[in-house]
């Protein structure tokens, strides 16, 4: 897989999932690589610029993947998926056994042994490909959760790196995460690392309590300590790991800039002129996901219409919704009661010429999307749980001008940090009204002093303030890696 140039391998290795570019292919047989979807990529890609790596992961489609290639200095290996395993590790277990699990079972979670043995087989597939560009003792990142037997199945392979893994998604309390058949081995497959990194202190805490209850580890202060198991599946090496809370950020300075770009700034006219003008814009910018909480958030914005507080054109409501796990039947019911309420909404509230709820299910550039951050009076950024949430940093980032407002759930990773927000419980849609009220009708010297508390907030802890921290905790780790004789 290494081409000769670098046949002494990599000093720093990323893995995730998806490679920073998805391949595309168009009805006329051309390629396109466009950036991936989600938080992941668009906090990893800034923290990867001009830095001499490699990056493993999945190109976006099944079959053969493409020969590893050069993206500026970093080095992009693709791993191959077939279509099979596409539907039984990623769509499957990934993201229909483990993503709900991990999100407070907002839908039921799907078990299926079949989906577990793909799940483990495509980790393998990921260990062997870092394995093999990683040099002697190189610094690996792995991330997130449909990567979570990497850690150890890596070791086995190379005893002599330093192993982190970060998760981009919340972890669960054990309560949710004991219903999982494979948690032991899952347990021990992240304990093969030698840091541990997660969104929220609370996470890490419920690893810990998942490490003592499945594992019967020890776990004092942030050290979880396993004597290791007789058990072959589980692996026998005892370990100490490290797992703490180091919360994801954005590349806050890179997004000022294009906020402020003369082409932005036109982009933000053009854009309220086609909305109307109106005095206020509502906006929702999201991943269509269960998780994000848009049916919570459309069903308040039909009864602020219907009790008459906002109306269009003077108040209109834009959702840019990402197109997301299409095949996923939780998500396609998703999309079709979304859409169905979105015109239920527009078909009672509009008029011709005024549309009450803009929806765009579509994937834009970041330029557009920066301009729609400057477009919004008001953000929603509702979910039911999310890790993070990039989306409600972006938006007070881009609002260089101190506009703006920012209603934000209380059960997302940001608002840990950002508590200058207006925060909801979005499954009170009673209290929910009324913040969106407030957020739109407070005074706006009010607003604007939230507004720069966040925006400082996020200045003070940007992307690499938080790539900092992980690498330097890992670099920290208690357990030494040893020396590989076989290299
Ligand atoms: P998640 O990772 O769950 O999708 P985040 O809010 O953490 O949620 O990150 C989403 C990222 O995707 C943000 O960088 C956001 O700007 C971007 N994004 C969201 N919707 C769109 C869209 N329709 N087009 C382009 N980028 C989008
Ligand atoms: C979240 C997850 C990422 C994932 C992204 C997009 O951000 O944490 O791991 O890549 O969503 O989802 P997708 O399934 O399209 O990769």
Redesign the pocket.
Known sequence: MVPASSSSGFDFVVAANRLPVDRHVHPDGSVEWRTS????V??MESVMQDREAAWVGWAGFAGEAPEPFDDGALRLCPVPLSTEEVADYYEGFSNDTLWPIYHDVIVPPTFHRSWWHAYRRVNERFAEAVAEVAAEGATVWVHDYQLQLVPALLRDRRPDLRIGWFN??PFPPVELFSQLPWRAAILRGLLGADFLGFQRADDARNFMRACRSVLRATAKGDVVTWAGADDAQLGAAPRRVRAAAVP?S?DAQGLRELAGSPEVQDRVTEIRASLGNPKVVLLG???L?Y??GIRHRLRAIGELLEDGEIAPPDVVFVQ???P?RERVEAYRLLREEIEGTVGRINGDFSHLGDTAVHY?H?????E??AAFFQVADVMLVTPLR???????K?YVTARHDGGGALVLSEFTGAAMELRQAYMCNPHDIAGLKETILRAIRDNPAAKRRRMSALRRRVHNHDVQTWAGEFLSALAAAPDRPAKSSSR
């Open positions: 979807p989600g938080g992941l668009t906090a981009h998604i994801i954005i910018v999201d991943r996901d998780t994000k840019i919704a990402t997301s765009l579509q994937s834009f550039g970041r557009e999307i999310d890790g993070m949430n990039l989306v409600a972006e």
